[in-house]
């Protein structure tokens, strides 16, 4: 069904799905844009192969798409049943030795394309609805399948020649996006790597500026050791301090900014810590703020983090790995307002953008931001070439060979437009909508707090077993079973217990119909109920 547009019995019609998303997420949706969402075509229009359904994919889609849809069956359940140790025997029975002295020659990738299918999480499927794991764009499933055949390299441009410009309009349009005018990037790997980049560019600009020295060259100075901090929300995610630790800053270099009860960052307490910081002589080299954190979807106030970083002279740099999505919506983008004064942001489109994995964005409002990363090697790109117009692309990336992953971005896009995005979006957020309201109405059920962007967290109550036990052991069942992929994870501190396990529901499936989100909410209430009252 589509979200925006269809009343069906028991669903919230157009009207009620837009004004209850907006006021779950605090956006100020006019009645202009409900309007126009009414007036376009709905998402199956916009998507003749569904996102991620590869059974129709290949009704009216390209001949790539055609050709995925006829070698990929639809998945017909979310996961294998039987869990880990039966599978990986499975593989070691029918799949080893991994290299045979003679060849199997096609046998080999028949059997694969025969067993994976089935035995592998299918993220197309309405009841996996665990991470932030979208169900594929056929089209971006073909263009990668493109890129794979033509197998370019991006860190020269004699291994590439097209996708290096390519790369190069992708990242001016997702950087003019986000700061209103063309910038520069990188594409990564996704959000680990590029909020690892983000905070060496951070680290560096932070030496440099306070030591007078140039880090790439010469390493950090004695005097920035155990004093350079990076202050991020408590709830921000773990490849912030990992990237510390690969960064010689050491993970205790960040400082946890604790969050209001909505999971956004307490902009009096970065303040207060900031200035606390400073005041002992330690110098802020990064304010990160998160906009969508991987649990609650909660967007950190990004002006004020920005005025804080900019006080104190640090680099401002917004995680966006799953809200940055919302650039891509004429009706949401507005909840990111703030991010035009980032230095830096992470987007992953492998999230809230249905790529394929992967297709992350390390995006820089400074066009030359990028600029200490690169490097001249004499068998990729030596000066005489670049002086007569073959640009050198080392400076693009941390990588050295690399894939064209801007293609498949640059594929969808044109496919869907702002429009389809849009659509897809305003989906997805109604389906949060709704699952929330379930919860809340339900008694059966506790919703922990109102969903800011896509995902919903919430528990059984449990009347007789111990809260997080019963909840914890409806997942693995629903997983053991093969019926259902539902996400589990723990409210920050403080709590309100007893109990910190919460269950999460990750609604990233435009096309998911509000009668498969009530069987997947039924099947999850007698799943807990009969953990929580066995044998009854
Ligand atoms: C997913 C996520 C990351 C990590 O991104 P990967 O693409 O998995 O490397 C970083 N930050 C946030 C907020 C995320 O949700």
Redesign the pocket.
Known sequence: MNWAAQPESGAPDEASVLATAAAYAGAVVPADAAAEAAEAPTVADLLPAPAGDEATAHQDGSALVQMLGALVPAPVRPLPPGGPAALAERVGREFTPVLPELGLGPASLDALAAFLPEQTVRSAHPRTVAH?HCPPDPVAMAADTLVGVLNPSQDSWDQSAAPSAIEDEVLAAFSALAFGAAGSGAIT?????S?HLALLLARDEAVRRGFGVEPAADGLPPAACGRLRILASAVG?F?LARAAAQLGLGERAVIPVPVLPDHRLDPRALARIAAEVTARGERIAAVVA?A???DAGAIDPLVACAKTARAHGAWFHV?A??GGGLLLSDVRRRLLDGLELADSA?V?L??LGWQTI?A?LLLTRDPAALAPLSRRAAYLSDADDEAEGYPNLLGRSLHTTRRADAVKILAACRHHGRAGYTRMIESCFGQAAYVAAHFEADPRFELALPPALTTVLFRYRARRGDPDRVNAAVRRDLLAAGKAVIGRTRLPEPAAGPGSLRLKLTLLRPQTTSAELDALLDLIGQTAADRDHPGT
């Open positions: 932030l790997s996704g959000g680990t790597e909020n995610h490849s998160t969508g954190t991987t995680d790995a799953y992470s992953d492998h999230k992967p992350g």
